[in-house]
């Protein structure tokens, strides 16, 4: 029991847990251009809600930053940091 079953260290886990995180943001502007079509008819607040995801990424990558630069910690580690982030995706469910 414990260790990772594939073997990686937590460093391996976090290149590529960034490497992830950066390239489904193509994937997702993609998303928002289509579902943005007259055609598709998908409601204002609907799409609201989908663009201010955007604003929990983009404040997010801050957040992780200075989490590790400063703390050395993922930033669900460091609350004051992870708390606001957090409140970005919390406003996108309203």
Do not use: R
Not at 29 to 39: I, R
Not at 42 to 52: A, E, R, S
Not at 54 to 70: D, H, M, N, R, S
């Amino acid at each position: 029991l414990g260790g990772d079953p594939f073997g990686m260290t937590p460093d391996q886990w976090e290149v590529i847990e960034g490497n992830l995180f950066g390239a489904s943001l193509l994937p997702y502007l993609g998303f928002l251009y289509f579902l943005g079509k007259e055609e598709v008819k998908c409601p204002p607040l609907g799409m609201t809600g989908f663009k201010f995801l955007l604003a929990f990424v983009f404040g997010t990558i801050p957040a992780a930053i200075v989490a590790k630069v400063q703390y050395n910690e993922i930033l669900a580690n460091v609350d004051w940091l992870h708390g606001p982030a957090e409140s970005l995706l919390t406003i996108t469910n309203l």
